[in-house]
Structures are given as structure tokens and as C-alpha cells.
T-cell receptor
């Protein structure tokens, strides 16, 4: 099976702009989670989707949003970008919701200037 | 709230030797999962090993094994016969089994295997 794919791999944006990141899970996986990874804060959970519904959300401002489509692909959107949003954004998929190991994608490296 | 602490930011080990990475966590939950993930330089994060809290037996995966001490809330990873390919960032993670859940990751331990 193909692994988790994320597009684009690298992105440079300007403060105030918005960005959309995409994640395609492993075939058959219905759960997709998003994480922000930075050197200072480590890995922080953003949100998780299962069957097109957001099941859980981390402590991020409303500028961070997401959605999941019927084919389990997921998108994450960040509006009004700030310099502090520069990070590696990781997507992970799992077969179900709760207790399953997650399979991570390569990440999207977002740089905000 | 759950927390995960990895007190060793960096470690190094000689090839073929054994190294132990520490992880402690804090939770009031009784049912949960613990994980070790490995993130090689510029490569994807992969699952190394998983432990269910209700299982007393320590999980093992080839050269990787854990020492799970539930009462002490400790979950260390032992890597035997270290190989150069083990060089990576290692993250300990916690996930509770009931109610709303989310992974809580530690800050990571950067392991370098020396030739």
C-alpha cells in the first residue's frame, strides 16, 4: 500500500496570507490527524478527523481549521498567517479512531516571511 | 491533563552497544496506550513500539524493547545492538483510551549512533 502523502512538501508564504495543506491517508484508513512540529514546542496536536467529522481538537486558535472528504483525504487551512506559524506540519492516518498506531506522512514545511 | 517528559535531549551510543531512552508521564487515567516513535533525519516518523497499559508484559520488537512501570509512570525504550540506522529523534507518546483522546508527545531525545 502507498503511504501517507502530503502536498505540497515545501511552501513559502507571507504574513497575512492563507494556506491550504493536503493529506492523503493510507488506503482504507479513515482517521486523519494533524500535528505542528517546531523546534521549540515539539509535536503539538492540531485536530483529528474520522468519517468526515472532527473528533478532537488541540489548543490552537481558530485560524487553524480542517476538513475531511468522503474519500478520507483531509485538508488543513491556516488563515492570516503569522511568523510563528512557520513549522513542519505532519499528517498521520490510522485505521480507526482511538488506540490505533498512526502512520505519518513526510510533512509540509511551511515558512512564513 | 496528561504530560509526557523525556529528560534526555541528546544521547549517543557506540555501534553494537545498548542504550536506554527515558520517558515518564503523568495521568490519572487507568486505560491508555504508550508509544515510541522514531524520526530519522529528514525522513518520516515511524512507529517503533506500542504498549497497552493493561498489559503487564513489556512489549518487544526485534532489537527494541520497553520497560513499562505503570505505578511509577515510566516507559523507557531499550535499543540493543545499536546500528547506524538507529540515529534519529525518538518521541515518547501517550494516548488515553476513553473519552476524547489525542496523542501527547514528549519533546524527544536525539540519539546518535557512533561508528
Amino acid at each position: 500500500k502507498a503511504g501517507v502523502t502530503q502536498t505540497p512538501r515545501y511552501l513559502i508564504k507571507t504574513r497575512g496570507q492563507q494556506v491550504t495543506l493536503s493529506c492523503s491517508p493510507i488506503s482504507g484508513h479513515r482517521s486523519v490527524s494533524w500535528y505542528q512540529q517546531t523546534p521549540g514546542q515539539g509535536l503539538q496536536f492540531l485536530f483529528e478527523y474520522f468519517s468526515e467529522t472532527q473528533r478532537n481538537k488541540g489548543n490552537f486558535p481558530g485560524r487553524f481549521s480542517g476538513r475531511q472528504f468522503s474519500n478520507s483525504r483531509s485538508e488543513m487551512n491556516v488563515s492570516t498567517l503569522e511568523l510563528g506559524d512557520s513549522a513542519l506540519y505532519l499528517c498521520a492516518s490510522s485505521e480507526g479512531w482511538g488506540g490505533y498506531e498512526q502512520y505519518f506522512g513526510p510533512g509540509t514545511r511551511l515558512t512564513v516571511t | 491533563a496528561q504530560t509526557v517528559t523525556q529528560s534526555q535531549p541528546e544521547m549517543s551510543v557506540q555501534e553494537a552497544e545498548t542504550v536506554t531512552l527515558s520517558c515518564t508521564y503523568d495521568t490519572s487515567e487507568n486505560n491508555y496506550y504508550l508509544f515510541w516513535y522514531k524520526q530519522p533525519p529528514s525522513r518520516q516518523m515511524i512507529l517503533v513500539i506500542r504498549q497497552e497499559a493493561y498489559k503487564q508484559q513489556n512489549a518487544t520488537e526485534n532489537r527494541f524493547s520497553v520497560n513499562f512501570q505503570k505505578a511509577a509512570k515510566s516507559f523507557s525504550l531499550k535499543i540493543s545492538d545499536s546500528q547506524l540506522g538507529d540515529t534519529a529523534m525518538y518521541f515518547c507518546a501517550f494516548m488515553k483510551q476513553t473519552g476524547t483522546y489525542k496523542y501527547i508527545f514528549g519533546t524527544g531525545t536525539r540519539l546518535k549512533v557512533l561508528a
